[in-house]
């Protein structure tokens, strides 16, 4: 009836009790992202992402996407110099691929879990 919101959404990815947020038993959600897609094309879409497990205890953050956009380093994906996939023979080493972000929602949720 037109009554769902982008927030109506998040809190549905948020529901431990319907088992769509999981973060237990060796398994955790990966993310979560809802999109809102207008109707009028003058209107951008906008898309949120968690991008870090637990939406019950992450931040959606918006992404729109435009032509000629400036990044920002903070939602860039970590590269390295000698990257060990992109070296002949491959995978002789390996590196952290986590995002900063991810990396500082782990050792959050470390700590949440032992106190």
């Known amino acids: 009836a037109g009554h769902i919101t982008a927030e109506t959404l998040m809190s549905i990815l948020r529901d431990k009790a319907s088992g769509i ?6 398994f955790r959600t990966a993310g979560s992202m809802v999109s809102v897609l207008p109707r009028d094309p003058a209107l951008p879409c906008v898309h949120f992402f ?4 637990d939406p019950s205890r992450s ?7 435009v032509a000629g956009v400036k990044e920002a380093p903070q939602v860039r994906s970590p590269s390295f110099p000698h990257d060990p996939a992109k ?3 491959r995978f ?14 782990q050792a959050a949720l470390e700590l949440m879990e032992r106190d």
């Open 21 to 26: 947020c999981v973060d237990s038993e060796g």
């Open 50 to 53: 968690t991008a870090t497990p």
């Open 59 to 65: 931040v959606f953050k918006p992404f729109v996407f």
């Open 87 to 89: 070296q002949i023979p």
């Open 92 to 105: 002789q080493s390996s590196v952290d691929r986590r995002h900063q972000l991810y990396r500082r929602h």
